[in-house]
C-alpha cells in the first residue's frame, strides 16, 4: 500500500511548478532519495503534455557552474511507512531565468542599422547653420529715430492701432530681425518683423501698433535657405519712440437739401406709405468718400436714423430714400472722413440741420371742395358769434361744402396773413359722401388747407395706433363785405390769376368775377373818404363864416 507513496510526493511538486512558472519542467528521478521505479518515465510525471507552452531549457555549458537548490528535508516516518523524500528540485528550474534569455537577445536581432542614416541626417543639415558666422557690424535703423514721436491716423471708432514703417540698412543679402517692446510691458504684447536687406542695402517693415511707447531693436542674420535667419546676430542697436493714433481734423459741415425747414411730406400709398409712415427721400451735400450719419428726433427726444452711415458718392450729392414714421420730427446729419475699408479716419464735422418736418401719409383720397374753387370769392353777409373779447365782427356764414370718404374727418386750417393764428375747423364725411362746415372767415384773403383723416379700430388693449390721412389740397379765397368787390382775383395754386365762383351772399345772384354791383373791393378806405369829405365841408364852412364876418364890419365902419 506504501509502495508508490514517493512517486506521488514528486508528482505534486512537479504539477506545482506547472501551474506557477507556466514552464514545462522535468523531475530527474536519480535525484530522489528513494530508490527509483525505473517503469516510471520522465512523461508519467506530467500532468498537462499540451505542447504550445513547452519551453526548452538549453544545456548548460561545459564547465559551467549552475547553483542547485537543495530541497528541504522531509521528517522521518514513524513505523513501518516508508520514507517519503522530497525530490531535489530539477537544476532546470535554477536556471528558469535563463528563459528570458531572447529578450536580452532583442537587442542585437532587432538591431536598427537602417536608421543610423536617418539619425545622422540632421547632423549634417545644421551643419552649415552652425557653421554660420555672425556679421560683425550692427544695421541701420533710418526710421522711426530714437526720440521720435510717430503720428498715424486713427481708424474705426473703439481700434487706436496703426501701421508703423520701419526702415534702414544693412549688408546685402542678410537678414534683419526686428523686435519692438511696449514700454510698459502692461500696455501691449512685444511686436516681431523679419525684413530681407536688398542689394541696396536697404530693407523695410511695417508693423501694426497701439498708441503708446515702444523701444525698438534691431539685429542683422545671415539668411537661411527658407530666407529665415540663421546662425549668430550681429550687435543691436535699440532706439525708443512715441507712436501717437489720433484722428484727422474734422472736414467741413454737409448742406442739407432736404427735408427743407417746415416741409410737409405726404408719402403715397403707391410709394409704399401705409398710415404708419412713408418714405420720404432726404438729399445731402457733402466730401465724397466721406461717411454721413443722418437722425431724426420727434417731441420726446426719440431718436431714429438709417441702420448704418452712408458714403457719399463721388458726385458729392448722397441721396437717401429713409422710412420715416408718421409725425413731427427734426432732421440733422454730420459727415466724417473714412480710409478704403471704411473706418473712420477723423474727427466728426459740426452737425447740420435742426430742421423741422411733418411726414402725413397720404393713404386715403383727397378730398374736394364744391361751393368754392380756387380763386373765388366769398361775402362776409353775417357775423362771427358774439365773444367778449372782440364782439361783433362779419363774417361768411354760408357753409363750405364738398365730398370725402364716408365715415372720414375733414380738416380745414384757415390761414390770413393779416392774423396771426389759423382758424381750425373740422367736418363729419356723411355716409353719402358729404360734408359742409360754416367757416365763419372774416375779411381778407385767406389760404384754406383741407385734408380728411380716418381714425383706426381701437384694439382690445385700448391703442388705438395712428390715423390714416389724405394728401392735402390748398384753396385761395377772398372774403368781402357785402357790396363790395376785391381789387384783383387772388392767385391760384400755380400762380396765376384764377377767378372762381363769386358768392355774394343768400339770395344773391354771382357776378363776374372780380365785382359786386359795380364797387370796389372793399378795403377800408370808404370810411377815410367820407371823413375827408366831411372834413373839408366844415373847413368851407368856416372860411364862408370868416368872409361875412369881414363884410360886416367893413359896412359899419363904412356908415352904410
Known amino acids: ?23 514545462l519542467l522535468v523531475v530527474p528521478t536519480a535525484t530522489a532519495a528513494a530508490p527509483v521505479d525505473a517503469s516510471v518515465t520522465e512523461e508519467a510525471l506530467v500532468t498537462d503534455q499540451t505542447p504550445a507552452p513547452v519551453v526548452e531549457v538549453p544545456a548548460e555549458a561545459p564547465g559551467e557552474d549552475v547553483p542547485v537548490a537543495e530541497a528541504p528535508v522531509a521528517p522521518e516516518p514513524a513505523g513501518d511507512e516508508t520514507a517519503v523524500v522530497e525530490p531535489v528540485a530539477d537544476e532546470s528550474a535554477a536556471v528558469e531565468p535563463v528563459a528570458d534569455e531572447p529578450a536580452a537577445v532583442d537587442p542585437v536581432a532587432v538591431e536598427p542599422v537602417a536608421d543610423q542614416p536617418t539619425a545622422v541626417e ?81 530693407w523695410t517693415a511695417t508693423v501694426e501698433l497701439g498708441d503708446i511707447e515702444w523701444i ?60 404708419l409712415g412713408g418714405p420720404v427721400t432726404i438729399v445731402v451735400r457733402g466730401i465724397p468718400g466721406a461717411k454721413v450719419e443722418m437722425s431724426w428726433r420727434d417731441a420726446t427726444g426719440s431718436q431714429r436714423g438709417p441702420s448704418g452711415d452712408i458714403t457719399v458718392p463721388a458726385s458729392g450729392v448722397l441721396t437717401h430714400v429713409a422710412t420715416i414714421p408718421t409725425g413731427e420730427w427734426r432732421f440733422s446729419a454730420r459727415q466724417y472722413l473714412a480710409d478704403d475699408t471704411g473706418r473712420r479716419i477723423s474727427s466728426r464735422s459740426v452737425v447740420s440741420g435742426g430742421r423741422d418736418f411733418t411726414v402725413r401719409p397720404a393713404t386715403l383720397p383727397v378730398p374736394t371742395v364744391t361751393s368754392v374753387a380756387d380763386g373765388g370769392v366769398l361775402v362776409a353777409a353775417g357775423q362771427y358769434p358774439q365773444d367778449a373779447v372782440f364782439g361783433p365782427r362779419p363774417a361768411v356764414t354760408e357753409e363750405l361744402v364738398g365730398t370725402g370718404t364716408p365715415g372720414a374727418t375733414i380738416e380745414i386750417v384757415a390761414t390770413d396773413p393779416a392774423r396771426e393764428f389759423p382758424n381750425r375747423l373740422l367736418a363729419d364725411v356723411a355716409a353719402d359722401g358729404t360734408w359742409r362746415v360754416v367757416p365763419y372767415l372774416e375779411p381778407g384773403e385767406q389760404v384754406l388747407t383741407v385734408r380728411q383723416v380716418q381714425s383706426p379700430t381701437t384694439s382690445p388693449s385700448g391703442f388705438s395706433g395712428v390715423n390714416a ?7 385761395r379765397l377772398s372774403v368781402v363785405l357785402p357790396g363790395a368787390r376785391p381789387e384783383a382775383a387772388p392767385a391760384s395754386l400755380d400762380g396765376t390769376s384764377r377767378p372762381g365762383s363769386v358768392v355774394v351772399g343768400p339770395g344773391a345772384t354771382p357776378q363776374a368775377p372780380g365785382t359786386v354791383d359795380g364797387s370796389l373791393a372793399y378795403t377800408g378806405a370808404e370810411t377815410a373818404e367820407q371823413a375827408g369829405l366831411l372834413g373839408a365841408l366844415m373847413v368851407a364852412l368856416g372860411l364862408g363864416a370868416v368872409v361875412v364876418s369881414r363884410r360886416r364890419r367893413a359896412r359899419r365902419g363904412s356908415g352904410i
Open 1 to 23: 500500500m506504501h509502495t508508490h507513496t514517493w512517486q506521488k510526493a514528486a508528482a505534486i511538486p512537479t504539477t506545482l511548478a506547472l501551474a506557477v512558472g507556466g514552464v
Open 122 to 202: 540632421p547632423v549634417a543639415a545644421d551643419e552649415p547653420t552652425a557653421a554660420a558666422a555672425a556679421i560683425p557690424t550692427a544695421p541701420v535703423l533710418t526710421s522711426p529715430a530714437s526720440g521720435s514721436v510717430v503720428r498715424s491716423a486713427a481708424r474705426g471708432e473703439t481700434d487706436f492701432r496703426a501701421p508703423v514703417t520701419f526702415t534702414g540698412t544693412g549688408q546685402p543679402g542678410a537678414v534683419v530681425k526686428v523686435r519692438i517692446d511696449p514700454v510698459r510691458a502692461a500696455s501691449s504684447s512685444t511686436r516681431y518683423a523679419v525684413a530681407p536687406v536688398g542689394a541696396d542695402g536697404g
Open 216 to 275: 525698438t531693436t534691431v539685429r542683422q542674420y545671415a539668411r537661411g535657405v527658407d530666407g529665415q535667419p540663421v546662425g549668430d546676430p550681429s550687435p543691436e542697436v535699440r532706439a525708443p519712440f512715441q507712436h501717437v493714433v489720433a484722428y484727422q481734423a474734422a472736414p467741413a459741415s454737409v448742406t442739407i437739401v432736404s427735408p427743407t425747414a417746415g416741409g410737409l411730406y405726404e408719402p403715397t400709398s403707391a410709394s409704399g406709405a401705409t398710415r
Open 469 to 475: 390721412g389724405s394728401a392735402t389740397i390748398t384753396v
